[in-house]
């Protein structure tokens, strides 16, 4: 006989024993709390509390969570928590008959209720709705954090986002904001002639970038297939098939560390331009970003964490060398080997690989002395080609790239570059990142696809990929990444 798999009982709180014999005293009663189907509401709290002059002793149908209650003998007043916040219900006993009154006196905080009644003013001016007849909707089994101390454990707050949003109602606002930031993210883009595309989330091939991809298996090809961690080539193949500007938000998977600023699946926007440049794509990130605060925040000045931020163009804009060169004194210029720029870094204590460039140390000095201060949104512009390996070459100095990535509060918002078209200089820049992975022992291909269509030929291009979350962050005044995703990873409880 198979083996027989038994789970082990939650623990129940006394709270949650006594809600549990109710719901079964009331399913012996023939009066099962689950089985309601549809509560035809004709208003919500908000419509209730704006529209009074209009509804004043007329009869509404409202639904929602009861988050309180005052029981004074023969009557009540509750409060009922919809989607757009909370209205006063005021239970009578003679208004619902005393069987229902009895039954709304046992039902507990959390319950989801539809009432009916009509609407009218208490004697202290609050709107509320005065309950001809009231339904329980939803019995809740799970006692609802207390009101005053709220769920302040940051942890299960994460776990239990869905408590977070009914007991902190600012954290729902900060999803509201959310939603809003990436509606006004498309209407931006769909203003100016680009199109929303979908593409591929699950790839044949592990490309030969730095992030660490998700591995998984397609049992009926039989083969290994990797969660994306860009959507830029397949983007960068509609160029060449025809579509002028195109876009997507999409989900992106990186098998790598988490803080503050990373979650192992984060959503950005890639975006690509035929016959722009870097400097197109600048003028456009400044009013995207310029657009999204005005229509989202209200203001071009917004707070976060304490420091004011002006997202009013023109951003400040300085070449990698330049800026390593105002914050450290190392002069990029004067380097005239890979030997020179690995021993002027040891000496300052900045730490890169044995056999690193020039264009890499430069990078390093970047990380070690600049970031930080770029508080105001600011330009770095001109990366060296080494750690650029999809950027068009500078035709003025071959080492740099036509490349930027913008900083706002300390931190790099996104990137982007004038693409590489050459199919030959791309082949053999992914060539060396593929053996550079697996130097360090990881797997990496070339997508030949992707040369393939270079040589059907790309148009110049201007392309540019952000954080979706970290704009959100900004925008919300958000100091975590956590704060601003619905359900993060977290780590499963044992």
Known sequence: MPEEITFAAPQLSEQEQIRREKLSRYQQEGRDPYAVTRYDRTHTSAQVLSDFDALEGKTVRVAGRMMSRRIMGKASFAHLLDGDGQVQIYVRREDVGEDVYADFKTMDIGDILGVEGTVFKTKTGETSVHATALTLLTKSLRVLPEKWNGLRDQDLRYRQRYVDTLVNPEVKQT??????????????????????????????????????????????????????????????????????????????????????????????????????????????????YAYVTEKTCGTLRIAYQGKEIDMTPPWTRMTMAEAVKKYSGIDYAAWTSDEQARAELAARGVHVEKNAVRGECLEACFDAFVEENLVQPTFIIDYPVAISPLAKRRHDDPELTERFEFFINGSEMGNAFSELNDPIDQRARFERQAAAKR??????????????????????????????DRLVMLLTDSASIRDVLLFPTMKPLE
């Open 175 to 288: 999803f509201i904001r959310r939603s809003q930031i990436i509606r006004a993210l498309r209407e931006f883009l769909d203003a100016r002639g680009f199109l929303e595309v979908d593409t591929p989330v699950l790839q044949t091939i592990e490309i030969g970038a730095n992030s660490r991809s998700f591995v998984t298996h397609h049992n009926a090809l039989d083969i290994p297939m990797y969660l994306r961690i860009e959507t830029e080539l397949y983007l960068k193949r509609l160029i060449v098939g025809g579509f002028e500007k195109v876009y997507e938000v999409g989900r992106i998977f990186r098998n790598e560390g988490m803080d503050t600023r990373h979650n192992p699946e984060f959503t950005t926007i890639e975006l690509y331009q035929a016959y722009a440049d870097y400097e197109e794509i600048m003028r456009l990130v400044e009013e995207m």
């Open 439 to 468: 130097a360090q022992g990881g797997h990496a291909d070339v997508d030949e696809d992707f040369i393939a269509a270079l040589e059907y030929g790309m148009p110049p291009t201007g392309g540019l990929g952000f954080g979706v």
